[in-house]
């Protein structure tokens, strides 16, 4: 079964620093793109970040760009994202996701399939 | 506010068809493909449709999509009451380099 789990969610004082993993199983992970999705309470989807199938090449939405880092482990089936000087708007679910847009290129294009559980994250003092 | 615009609510009573739309620019969907995602409420989302009309094994017949220039629609024929969730399009944006989404629009199935 494929299958995402997300971890490492919580609350974290503003300022604070947070590492979310997401381990995949029941697929190839080193064949695809992955992704991280972000939900606020009572919202909308948002992108926070993708990164190719090597890790080369990683991309973040202006909200997130120079705090949040997006890394991944093919030894290990895992991807991360490391949050840095988190604020209140960054208070949400985070989703991680597959992309299979590019299988064949490796690199994202935002076909997201499938999504994990979500982990939450709450920022506040 | 979201990129792409959706309505925030459609509704419908069993066995009706609804359309959702999404409108977006050429940066997203009038050059790239659209996605729809189905997220019931206290779930993640799930992929509904990709590549504007293709449906995932397991989703039913009764989900279609289109796209027409910068703008894509979801249709639900012979609505049924675990339809009920809201519904988020999505396509790549080619300046932000990444996917961006509706604001999504919650079904009701009355």
């Known amino acids: 079964e494929v299958q995402l789990l997300e971890s490492g969610g919580g609350l974290v004082k503003p300022g604070g620093s947070l590492r979310l993993s997401c381990a995949a199983s029941?697929?190839?992970?080193?064949?695809?793109?992955m992704s991280w999705v972000r939900q606020a309470p009572g919202k909308g989807l948002e992108w926070v970040s993708s990164?190719?199938?090597?890790?080369?090449?990683?991309y973040y939405s202006d909200s997130v760009k120079g705090r949040f880092t997006i890394s991944r482990d093919n030894s290990k089936n895992t991807l991360y994202l490391q949050m840095d000087s988190l604020g209140a708007e960054d208070t949400a679910i985070y989703y991680c996701a597959s992309d299979r847009e590019n299988i064949l290129t490796g690199y994202p294009g935002g076909l997201l399939d499938p999504w994990g559980q979500g982990t939450l994250v709450t920022v506040s003092s | 506010q979201s990129v792409l615009t959706q309505p925030p609510s459609a509704s419908g009573t069993p066995g009706q068809r609804v359309t959702i739309s999404c409108s977006g620019s050429?940066?997203?969907?009038?050059?790239?493909?659209v996605n729809w995602y189905q997220q019931v409420p206290g779930t993640a989302p799930k992929l509904l449709l990709y590549?504007?009309?293709q449906r995932p094994s397991g989703v039913p017949d009764r989900f279609s999509g289109s796209k027409s220039g910068a703008s894509a629609s979801l249709a639900i024929s012979g609505l049924q009451s675990e339809d009920e969730a809201d519904y988020y399009c999505?396509?790549?944006?080619?300046?932000?380099?990444?996917?961006?989404f509706g604001g999504g629009t919650k079904l009701t199935v009355l």
């Open positions: 590549r504007n009309d």
């Open positions: 050429s940066s997203d969907i009038g050059g790239n493909t």
């Open positions: 990164i190719s199938v090597s890790g080369s090449r990683t």
């Open positions: 999505s396509a790549w944006h080619d300046s932000l380099n990444g996917p961006v």
């Open positions: 029941g697929f190839t992970f080193n064949n695809y793109a």
